[in-house]
């Protein structure tokens, strides 16, 4: 078998050397002036051409579309595991640009009140009594929030 493909692949690079000598002399008869022109397309299309064929009979195509499916599954699978940080940096975003929330703030989140203490890109932490809650702002942007004063000190949105 794989003295087949490489008896196949020195006959088919002899043609495209006969094609290459073949046409260039074809060409430079015919056109003078244009012949190196028009060799450059001839050649990139034997070239084009031959890379094909040799692709084809040394099966690398299987190859590159066994890759490429494996790269797109590992892409999906990537994709889908970071939902839920995306999603949180987006709602931190939305946090952080609407004017009723700031530092500062007491608000009610799922029945646990306090005040906001900072806003991430992740996560929005809240002063209970006596704890620290700390709500990732995917969660804080899908339940009802209960907003008590909007007096707040400042916007701060820390990386």
């Not at 087949?4 to 015919?30: F, K, M, N, P, Q």
């Not at 890379?51 to 579309?65: K, P, T």
């Amino acid at each position: 078998m794989l003295v087949g493909d490489v008896i196949s692949t020195v006959a088919a690079v002899a043609v495209y050397a006969i094609a290459v000598v073949v046409s260039r002399y074809l060409l430079r008869r015919h056109y003078r002036e244009e012949a190196t022109k028009i060799l450059y397309v001839v050649f990139t299309l034997l070239t084009a051409i031959l890379l094909g064929y040799i692709a084809y009979l040394w099966r690398l195509f299987e190859f590159v579309v066994g890759f490429l499916a494996t790269a797109g599954a590992l892409g999906l699978l990537l994709a889908l595991s970071l939902v839920p940080w995306v999603t949180d940096v987006f709602a931190g975003i939305s946090i952080a640009l609407d004017p009723r929330l700031n530092i500062g703030s007491e608000v009610e989140v799922d029945g646990k009140r306090g005040k906001i203490i900072e806003i991430s890109l992740t996560r929005t932490i809240i002063s209970g009594d006596e704890c620290l809650i700390i709500v990732p702002n995917r969660k804080f942007r899908e339940s009802v929030v209960v907003v008590y004063s909007t007096k707040g000190f400042t916007k701060g949105v820390p990386f």
